[in-house]
């Protein structure tokens, strides 16, 4: 079974300063993995994905993740955090092949602080 | 539309009631998922739809909760005699295809979501 381990729940940064969210994953066969970014009374928002193609992922907002096998984990890096970047990070997984059912980990809060 | 709509934004029911729930996919998009977000967690699958089919619902939490998708377009959630248990937001995404595979994996656009409350 497939699942998501995301470490921290809150995340505190100052602004500038380089942002890292925790996700490992566990997968019995190639995962494809996914960053989404939730607002205040909002929806998810995609950050970036692997997809097995590059394992350094680029996505919106200048965010980045890397895809590393051999430690299974996809962590989700900025160099300098902005304070529009509070919000709430959630990684998923889903399968290769299929519908890309999404099984998301319990989120990380980030916040920024002048 | 622009993005994925869903309605009402806030519900408060009383336990015992039914609600529906509403979405309203990107037009043209051929899959359908329904998610879960308790309070303080992330969302949990509910269900999936290729056009009208409902193709897995394994993810429903009791016999009590309903989704169709009769056009293949609107989707509705359905959930008969409310219980406490059963607050949370429930979110709608739509993809293009909905496959997953390759450089091509869809991306799933989520709507803002429902809030429901059940006293």
């Known amino acids: 079974a497939q699942s998501v381990t995301q470490l921290g729940s809150h995340v505190s940064v100052s602004e500038g300063a380089l942002v890292l969210l925790r996700c490992n994953y566990s997968?019995?066969?190639?995962?494809?993995l996914f960053w989404y970014v939730q607002y205040p009374n909002q929806g998810l928002q995609l950050l970036l994905k692997y997809t097995s193609a590059a394992t350094l992922v680029k996505g919106i907002n200048g965010f980045e993740a890397e895809f590393k096998k051999s430690e299974t984990s996809f962590h989700l890096t900025k160099p300098s955090a902005h304070m529009s970047d509070a919000a709430e990070y959630f990684c998923?997984?889903?399968?290769?092949?299929?519908?890309?059912?999404?099984?998301f980990g319990a989120g990380t809060r980030l916040a920024v602080h002048p | 539309g622009a993005g994925v709509s869903q309605s009402p934004r806030y519900k408060v029911a009383k336990r015992g009631q039914d609600v529906a729930l509403r979405c309203d996919p990107i037009?043209?998009?051929?899959?359908l998922f329904w998610y879960q977000q308790a309070l303080g967690q992330g969302p949990e699958f509910l269900t999936y739809f290729q056009n009208e089919a409902q193709l897995d619902k394994s993810g429903l939490p009791s016999d009590r909760f309903f989704a169709e998708r009769p056009e293949g377009s609107v989707s509705t959630l359905k959930i008969q005699r409310t219980q406490q248990e059963d607050s949370a937001v429930y979110l709608c995404a739509s993809s293009f295809r909905g496959l997953a595979g390759g450089p091509g994996t869809d991306t799933q656009y989520f709507g803002p979501g429902t809030r429901l409350t059940v006293l």
């Open positions: 997968s019995s066969v190639p995962p494809y």
């Open positions: 037009s043209g998009h051929v899959s």
């Open positions: 998923a997984v889903s399968l290769s092949g299929g519908y890309n059912k999404l099984i």
